[in-house]
């Protein structure tokens, strides 16, 4: 039985059309052209522009990794002393700048002091050691912030550790990069890094379809747009944080209960479908039920009737100014359509493009996938308190979080994903779970032959 | 002997780090005898986090008859959430807390099994009267998802997971003696174990010296040998280790030829010289393929004896498969293959076999088994599969399996399999 249906299934099986290219193994060489959105003015890591590219000229001494763990880079490992104030880090050796010259505890304390002024840091015995003035449990997280990457400053350049040197600077307009042979974990695959800055999501698209770039990001509404449907498209997790900030404190108890009334009043579900295509999520709370697990405790239904409720019991309202950024087009159709919801629960608002603004509609990316740190930075970001964790503890982070959303300042909207669309040539993309920065780029490879 | 300098060492915070951290920790538990229970072992137990709960909502309510709703938003299975729903109402019931319909009720507890990035989060909302809700929280770790069963076929690959780690994995040997003994190749160190009260155990941590950085994807092989236990081959590097325990292993900067094939015949049939700031082989070939010294760069090769000559399959840097029987260096063409192939001898068949990965751009690897039964390949086995990638294939030193080494997607583990090859099923 088995000698008579086996050379019958060889036959049927037999090789005769070849479909696909031959590898999975990644392959050295070649350049990726990227198109970005962004125009940073410098190459400074804090820069907002810098972030999605930074990680590719410098280093961090920690990363955090996609389960949100603190895992070694510069440094090799870590301890702090008890009550979490004094920290002390190992470097890992044999690491160089792009400029050759070696990575050395002064060098890193030196970088770590001009990113944060209240910080003392210096080297020690090898290591390197940093005081804060209060307990810093999560300072390794904080660490793998691309703020926080290590930078030297020479003749008003920046040069880092990272897999890539800059060899082409155009402010602004273009950045050029190449692999770094010693790079210490590893020469990249690719050769080097062609990134044009600036550039419209509609430019974007275009470069994309005619073959003069093999990375672009995608615009919410672009994504589930005719044309798109034929480009391989990939997104992260729902990250990015769509919110109302109200610029002063709430005064009065009435002053609140107007503010119930507004963040009754929208209608995030519409937001989501009409502004995102249904590709984000209503949001109730600062970060996402996929980070914590408990978001969907912070309520994102619209109620109209609560709403009103609230507003009819307090006798006047004045007229809010709702600032936004007048270049974002998906940040008008959503001031547009909040101004509509709120007006239907007796609020009246007045869009008013700009940032001085009673109101102001903000899109805040998720800074970590460590939960602390990723809810301090949006709190840093939204103008807030900063958290207050008495533990490690789920309930402890859900109380900070809420303590937040009960100071009646911010009202959040939705919570969207960033997309991109990729070459089929470019083999090896992971992005990043929240879809901020820390590209790995570096293990990335551009293949030959088309898919 | 492991190097302290490279290894990371953290603080209590960083608890989940800790299993990469200790050398043969007991977290590093892989075992033949655990594979064939491998559902189980991944099994979580939830009676921990159930009576926390439990006794949570118990502490909120006091005690009485309560509407209680159990919502699963995580990934749980619907049998999984059943179990907890029912555990959970026979704790509450243990402390006093009942479950009832809503119009009878004191209260109102809605409990949601959820998850965030690390962990399980179950949350308990809780309604009495006009109060506002109380809300109470337990999370537990999410384990890591296992890999699941494969159906048969008539030529079968039984692929027998070695060894996982949360570090990288280049190789692994296994050499029989008594209890059985295990080498690991790392990227900093090569670990020894020894299969003891049914698991493995370390024995020894020897480090890699290596001046250079390694180079990305990395590679590397172990060769068992007669004269002493073995030699591994990196990019660059050249280790070789004494004969006896403890061993001793003393690594240099050598660019000498890499073994292909089965490595464990003295000497190797064939041997290849390896770019070692890449991640491919040049193509120079020693001795030679009958008269054939040279090949175009590849990252992979396979030996097929035929009846006077051994015929040489090559996986190219440039995407095709080319075939060298010692005169010709015939093209096959750009097959539907991975980088990595691996000749095996199983006796089934034709007698050898082409271990062949796949080549598909997604987050899981396939492996297949081919034959060469006249100038095209023809596929003998249906695709064993893998939850990550295949980051290495090697034959064995004894040609009569190959060991393959996988990145799990999900989790960035690394896996070690043996992969043999069954006639017919």
Same mark, same amino acid.
């Given at each position: 039985m088995r000698r008579t249906s086996f050379p019958l299934f060889v036959a049927s099986s037999l090789i005769l059309a070849v479909l696909a290219s031959a590898e999975t193994r990644p392959r050295y060489g070649g350049t990726l052209h990227v198109a970005l959105r962004a125009a940073p003015a410098s190459l400074e890591p804090s820069d907002h522009g810098v972030v999605d590219f930074a990680s590719l000229i410098y280093d961090t001494l920690i990363t955090v990794d996609q389960r949100g763990q603190s895992q070694p880079c510069l440094a090799t490992s870590w301890q702090a002393d008890p009550g979490n104030q004094r920290w002390r880090f190992l470097l890992r050796s044999g690491v160089t700048f792009s400029d050759g010259k070696p990575l050395t505890a002064d060098g890193v304390a030196a970088s770590l002091r001009i990113a944060n002024a209240s910080w003392k840091v210096f080297a020690d015995a090898g290591g390197l050691i940093i005081e804060r003035d209060s307990p810093s449990p999560?300072?390794?997280?904080?660490? @793998?912030?691309? !703020?926080?990457?290590? &930078?030297?400053?020479?003749?008003?350049?920046e040069v880092g550790t990272g897999p890539f040197v800059v060899s082409q600077w155009v402010l602004s307009k273009k950045l050029v990069l190449a692999a770094r042979e010693d790079y210490w974990d590893g020469r990249p695959f690719l050769d080097s890094i062609e990134i044009d800055l600036g550039e419209s999501f509609r430019d974007q698209v275009m470069a994309l379809e005619l073959g003069k770039t093999q990375l672009i990001e995608i615009a919410p509404v672009q994504a589930r747009g005719a044309g798109i449907e034929s480009l391989r498209v990939t997104k992260s997790a729902p990250a990015e944080l769509m919110a109302l900030v109200f610029a002063q404190p709430s005064g009065s108890a009435q002053e609140q209960q107007l503010r119930d009334a507004f963040a009754l009043s929208i209608d995030r579900e519409s937001l989501n479908k009409v502004v995102l295509q249904g590709g984000g999520d209503p949001a109730g709370g600062l970060l996402p039920n996929w980070m914590t697990g408990y978001e969907f405790l912070f309520p994102s239904q619209m109620d109209l009737t609560r709403a009103r409720e609230a507003r009819a019991e307090v006798p006047h309202a004045d007229v809010w100014t709702?600032?936004? %950024?007048?270049?974002?087009?998906?940040?008008? &159709?959503? =001031?547009?359509?909040?101004?509509?919801? @709120?007006?239907? =629960?007796?609020? !009246?608002?007045?869009? =008013?493009?700009?940032?001085?603004?009673?109101?102001?509609?903000?899109?805040?990316?998720? @800074?970590?996938?460590d939960v602390h740190i990723a809810l301090s930075e949006l709190a840093a970001a939204l103008g807030l308190p900063k958290p207050n964790y008495g533990s490690d503890s789920i309930?402890?982070?859900?109380?900070?979080?809420?303590?937040?959303?009960?100071s009646h300042r911010v009202v959040p909207l939705l919570h969207s994903p960033h997309e991109w669309a990729i070459a089929g040539t470019v083999r090896n993309w992971t992005g990043t779970r929240d879809g901020n920065g820390r590209w790995r780029l570096p293990d990335i490879w551009v293949s030959p032959n088309k898919p | 002997m492991s190097g302290p300098s490279n290894r990371p060492v953290y603080n209590s915070p960083i608890l989940n780090m800790l299993s990469s951290v200790l050398p043969f920790s007991e977290s590093s538990i892989c075992l033949l005898a655990i594979l064939l229970l491998a559902p189980n072992v991944f099994a979580t137990d939830w009676g921990g986090p159930e009576q926390q709960l439990a006794s949570k909502i118990a502490s909120a309510t006091g005690p009485g008859a309560f509407a209680i709703n159990v919502v699963n938003r995580s990934s749980l299975s619907l049998s999984q959430a059943e179990e907890i729903r029912r555990a959970l109402l026979a704790n509450l019931s243990a402390l006093g807390v009942r479950p009832t319909n809503t119009d009878a009720a004191a209260g109102t507890v809605n409990i949601t099994l959820s998850e965030g990035l690390q962990n399980y989060v179950w949350v308990a909302e809780i309604h009495q009267g006009s109060n506002q809700a109380q809300v109470q929280i337990v999370s537990l770790p999410r384990p890591d998802v296992a890999s699941p069963d494969r159906a048969t076929f008539p030529m079968t690959i039984h692929k027998t997971l070695l060894w996982t780690d949360d570090s990288r994995i280049l190789d692994v040997a296994l050499f029989s003696a008594n209890?059985?003994?295990?080498?690991?190749?790392?990227?900093?160190? $090569?670990?020894?174990?020894?299969?003891?009260?049914g698991r493995w155990q370390g024995q020894q941590s020897l480090s890699i010296s290596h001046v250079h950085p390694w180079p990305r994807d990395l590679r590397g092989r172990l060769v068992l040998r007669k004269d002493h236990l073995f030699d591994a081959y990196l990019p660059g590097v050249f280790c070789r280790s004494t004969a006896t325990t403890p061993l001793?292993?003393?690594?240099?900067?050598?660019? %000498?030829?890499?073994?292909?094939g089965p490595a464990?015949?003295?000497?190797?049939?064939?041997?290849?010289?390896? @770019?070692?700031? !890449?991640?491919?082989?040049?193509? =120079?070939?020693?001795?030679? $393929?009958?008269?054939?010294?040279?090949a175009q760069p590849f990252y992979s090769a396979a030996m097929v004896p035929r009846e006077n000559y051994a015929l040489w399959v090559i996986d190219g840097v440039d995407g095709q498969i080319h075939l060298l029987d010692g005169i010709t260096n015939r093209t096959a063409g750009t097959l539907d293959w991975g980088s990595d192939i691996a000749g095996v001898h199983s006796g089934c068949g034709r007698g050898w076999q082409i271990l062949v990965t796949g080549s598909s751009d997604t987050p899981g690897d396939t492996v297949k088994a081919f034959e060469i039964p006249d100038r095209e390949f023809a596929v003998v086995s249906q695709a064993v599969e893998f939850a990550g990638r295949i980051t290495a294939l090697w034959t064995s030193s004894d040609g009569s399996s190959a060991i393959a080494i996988s990145q799990i997607a999900e989790t960035g583990r690394y896996e070690a399999d043996q992969l043999s090859i069954i006639c017919g099923q």
């Open positions: 999560y300072l390794p997280a904080e660490l @793998a912030l691309p !703020r926080n990457s290590i &930078v030297k400053r020479e003749s008003g350049k709702l600032g936004y %950024d007048p270049n974002d087009s998906v940040e008008r &159709v959503v =001031a547009e359509r909040v101004v509509l919801n @709120a007006g239907e =629960a007796g609020l !009246r608002l007045q869009l =008013a493009p700009g940032n001085t603004a009673d109101v102001r509609l903000v899109r805040i990316p998720l @800074a970590s996938l309930d402890d982070l859900y109380g900070a979080e809420n303590t937040l959303l009960q | 209890p059985q003994q295990m080498i690991v190749l790392g990227a900093e160190s $090569i670990n020894l174990y020894q299969f003891q009260q001793a292993v003393n690594c240099y900067d050598s660019d %000498d030829p890499w073994p292909l464990g015949i003295d000497p190797p049939p064939e041997n290849a010289f390896f @770019a070692s700031t !890449r991640n491919f082989f040049t193509g =120079a070939i020693s001795p030679g $393929i009958g008269k054939q010294t040279t």
